[in-house]
């Protein structure tokens, strides 16, 4: 057989640089998704134990033998009422639900205006959106906790607008300033994550035909009905993508509720840390990590039913 025969031979087997091009994301998910969340799913069926690693192995080998064992003890746990964990999912996806509808209240006109400005100006505009987010995570909290206790500026101007009176009597706050209330993780959240909002709104909005607005006009639509009628349903794939993408990393939020928020401000970012390096229960602690995944898989499929309807939709 001839050098060429099997070097023919050999690139009909191995994979050609297409195959490669398509396996890099199958990778990323492999190592960084996969592999991850098999350890992490172990972990969660494992048993606690004074050791290193401080969880029993689940499978036992004597001899000839191997017996898996799931201890199930600790997903059981999480359905108890009196242990707090039902209540601490419920505080995440309330205070992820109320930040993401706020950060689509401010970043839907943000959007729609950079959307509507001249080219030029777009991209100086979205620069402006995106730049802050540029800087440290931990520097832009930490700035806002200067901002909002009751030093600093914005604590003084409410002071003497007496909007603090105002937000006590509300039960918004409880004291004199609003930083270590669950406003104040609102704030955090919603001015963090608001560039992930904007993005996708912008890209979906600047690629809307403007000739349907102008037909709705010619036909005597008033700019608020031909909003609601065009642009709001149009604009629906990247609201979706928009909330997505704040309100998935919002649930499993553990920095700025810490440093933001007060006690009442619980989410499972906090209990998730407390169990892995205050109680040092990793089969617990992971447990609540795989029930948190399942919980936010929900969004994530109807995101992708929105979009395959919206694909057959195209295509019909």
Known sequence: MSAATVFQALRKLTPGPRWGVIGIPYLWMLVFFAIPFLIVLKISFARLAIAMPPYTPILEVDGAEVALKLNLSNFLQLGALQNGYIAAYWSSLKIAAIATFLTLLIGYPMAYVIARLPVASRNVAMMLVVLPSWTSFLIRVYAWIGILKSSGPVGRLLEKLGVIDALQALGWIDGRQILYTPMAA????????????????????????????????????RPWRAFLRIT????????????????IPAVGEFVIPELMGGPDTL????????????????????????????????????FNRVQQRQIEGRLT
């Open 267 to 302: 989410m499972i970012g906090r209990v998730l840390w407390n169990e892995f390096f205050a109680n040092r229960d990793w089969p617990l602690a992971s447990a609540v990590a795989i029930a948190m995944l399942l919980l936010l898989m929900v969004p994530i499929v109807i």
């Open 232 to 247: 709001l349903p149009l604009s629906r794939a990247g609201i979706v993508a928009g909330c997505m993408l704040v309100m």
């Open 186 to 221: 609102y704030i955090g959240i919603v001015y963090c994550y608001l560039p992930f909002m904007v993005l996708p709104l912008y890209t979906n909005l600047v690629k809307h035909d403007t000739r349907l607005l102008e037909a709705a006009y010619d036909l005597g639509a």
